[in-house]
């Protein structure tokens, strides 16, 4: 400790008594000095690196450094106020450092609140359309994490939305306007949205035509299965109604989960809506049938388990996973477990992911970690801005790391077009990683961290992360193209045929 010019003879006398006198108290009492000018340093570098989201490392360290300095120099000063008995003056400025050092973490308290509400972490103050749209433009200018033409689009909707009545009208407009972004992983969500539309079945684009792949369950329509070819909806042909559909109303990025989506529409209605539709029947016969909707439809036999295993021959077990949604699969990762440990042996096993549509990230990785036997750097997430719940990280990089007993053996994958968010990510590892073969369909091109605003009376989950692969490929609007991309047929649909399987058995029969 260095004394000052400001301290008298005397008083300079009596520190260097003491200090002579308390040499092991003298060593705390440095330690105590050396510590606060720690924590001042890591409160600035903080202050500067986060709430005031300042990218200069330079400009970090200088921050830290100035309040580092300022609380070394006011603690060194209380200390010695203390030490040559100036009690009251100590006691004083003991109180003030202590009031400084609350008012500072209160500033940054105040900034990350100011931040999270600019965030739309609260809901606006208002409600009326104006104000809600403001909030709703405001946050997805700063956050969202992929490029758009924010000008043209609130030259568009912003005299709508100004004529519009909140709740009532804002709500749908706001759906439509989000649906300009042609994200799905953008949601809206509130009571005063009409009743989505229900899926009585899937049609696909195969062989150039309108196929129905899929006919829910309790829905008897004659001739209307799986094979069927829609003809008509509403007297348009088939091709020229999917072609009709607004693309704000198909969320989709990439050019597969567009066609997937539209297609899909064919079959689509609403609750209370009937529908004229024509198509051809598996035998040739040309029928015209009114379709709706019929609450006895929704869920009728759609029990699935989240896991089945299947032996496929001697050498190889399927493992079918549906989906990663811990509120779905509960006891996943203990039933994987136990599958797969009494398989270890084989020297294929085949992970089904058709139709998993992601879920927990976490339970994703736990379950690749069986199959890696060394740790791997399977992706970084990029954020367009820094924010107070990701710790003000400007990426995030993405690995699995090994978990006992390793599966040595082959890993083949079963993928499709409805893959998308993180069980795109669990497959990215595995490809770019060349640690399974691929099957199947391009997956959605729809991966990457997600965050919510609040609205009055609603909610927007729009997305922040936008994920790079290995080799900083984008994943959004592009997907995973697979090492053997299957073609679907007609007869397939008709004669319960899986193409899957096919190329399944002959890779594994080649082994």
Do not use: C
Not at 143 to 154: F, G, H, I, T
Not at 200 to 212: D, F, N, P, S, T
Not at 366 to 377: D, K, P
């Amino acid at each position: 400790m260095k004394l000052t010019d400001r301290f008298s003879e005397k008083e300079k006398k009596r520190f260097n008594r003491w200090l002579a006198q308390n040499r092991k108290e003298a060593v705390k009492t440095g330690f105590i000095i050396g510590f606060h000018f720690f924590l001042g340093f890591l409160l600035g570098w903080f202050l500067f690196f986060g709430p005031l989201e300042i990218d200069n490392s330079l400009v970090q360290f200088l921050g830290g450094l100035i309040v580092g300095i300022i609380n070394l120099s006011l603690t060194t000063r209380q200390k010695f106020l203390s030490i040559i008995g100036r009690k009251k003056e100590a006691a004083r400025l003991e109180k003030n450092l202590r009031l400084g050092r609350r008012g500072v973490i209160g500033v940054f308290l105040v900034l990350i609140i100011l931040q999270m509400y600019l965030l739309g972490i609260f809901p606006p103050f208002r409600a009326d359309s104006e104000v809600n749209f403001n909030r709703m433009l405001r946050v997805l200018r700063s956050n969202y994490a992929y490029e758009v033409d924010w000008d043209s689009l609130e030259n568009e909707y912003r005299p709508l939305f100004a004529e519009s009545s909140f709740p009532e009208e804002f709500y749908p407009l706001a759906k439509s306007f989000l649906g300009e972004l042609n994200d799905p992983g953008v949601g809206i969500f509130s009571d005063n949205l009409p009743t989505e539309d229900r899926w009585l079945g899937l049609v696909r684009k195969i062989e150039g035509q309108a196929l129905v792949v899929w006919v829910r369950p309790g829905a008897d329509f004659e001739g209307l299965e799986p094979g069927a070819r829609i003809l008509e909806r509403e007297g348009i042909e088939a091709s020229e109604f999917v072609e009709e559909i607004p693309s704000r109303e198909i969320g989709a990025s990439s050019p597969q989960l567009i066609e997937y989506n539209r297609y899909s529409r064919l079959l689509t209605l609403g609750v209370d809506e009937e529908v004229e539709i024509v198509y051809e029947t598996p035998e040739g016969e040309i029928i015209s049938q009114t379709i709706y909707w019929d609450e006895d439809f929704y869920g009728e036999g759609e029990d699935t388990p989240y896991l089945q295993v299947e032996e496929l021959a001697e050498n190889a077990v399927l493992i079918e996973i549906n989906t990663f949604f811990t509120q779905l699969a509960p006891d996943l990762l203990v039933d994987f477990d136990t599958a797969l440990n009494e398989h270890l042996d084989k020297d294929f096993v085949v992970l089904d992911l058709r139709e998993n549509r992601g879920g927990s990230l976490y339970l994703a990785e736990l379950v690749a970690g069986r199959f890696f036997a060394e740790h791997w750097e399977y992706g970084e997430e990029k954020y367009p801005s820094r924010l107070p719940h990701k710790a003000w990280r400007g990426s995030f990089n993405y690995d699995i790391q090994p978990r006992e007993p390793i599966f040595e053996g082959e890993v083949i994958l079963l993928v499709d077009t409805t893959n998308m968010g993180n069980a795109e990510l669990f497959i990215s590892a595995f490809k770019d990683s060349d640690r399974a073969k691929i099957i199947g369909l391009p997956t959605a091109g729809s991966a990457g961290e997600s965050l919510s605003m609040r609205l009055s009376e609603g909610q927007v989950n729009y997305s922040f992360g936008d994920f790079m692969r290995e080799g900083q490929n984008r994943l959004f609007g592009e997907g995973i193209t697979p090492h053997y991309e299957i073609e679907w047929r007609r007869e397939h649909l008709v004669e319960g045929i899986d193409p899957y399987r096919e190329a399944l058995n002959e890779i594994i029969e080649n082994h």
